[in-house]
């Protein structure tokens, strides 16, 4: 079966072409139906597909709020029952997986950005703005100065 997404340079050597293809399908197939239960009717796993996958291009395979090198090799080897056993410290090697953030969680287009999984965790729903002020008062309390 023909691939419909160009492979981004930067997994050439990383993933297989049908790894990433899978990968984005339940990628986009994840938020739509997260999306949907939060009353966005019009959303399509097809449109998802297509920001997702645009959004990967623009990372270069790069967290997009750190700049981090996220680890390409680690999408779909995530394993519940492992993650049962090992608990924070298996989820911890996986904190450069690259995930799906929503730029805005009540966001009513297809926006996206590829980071790793700690800083989504930490990012959560918040907005973009609001994250880096976060991230200022956490680095502002530990002693930092912040200059923008």
Not at 40 to 68: C, F, M, N, P, W
Request: overall charge positive; aromatic content about 8%.
């Amino acid at each position: 079966m023909p691939r419909k997404h160009t492979m981004p340079a930067f997994l050439n050597t990383l993933v297989l072409p049908e790894a990433y293809e899978r990968w984005l399908g339940r990628k986009a197939a994840a938020h739509v139906k997260r999306d949907r239960k939060r009353g966005q009717s019009q959303v399509t796993q097809a449109l998802y597909k297509e920001a997702i996958h645009a959004a990967v291009v623009v990372s270069g395979g790069r967290d997009a709020y750190t700049g981090e090198e996220l680890d390409w090799k680690l999408i779909s080897t995530y394993k519940n029952e492992d993650s049962k056993v090992g608990k924070h410290a298996y989820k911890s090697t996986f904190a450069l997986l690259p995930t799906v953030d929503h730029v805005s969680a009540g966001a009513t287009e297809a926006s996206f950005r590829i980071c790793g999984w700690r800083t989504n965790d930490a990012k959560n729903d918040l907005s973009h703005e609001a994250f880096v002020a976060l991230c200022v008062k956490v680095l502002e309390h530990a002693g930092y100065s912040v200059k923008k």
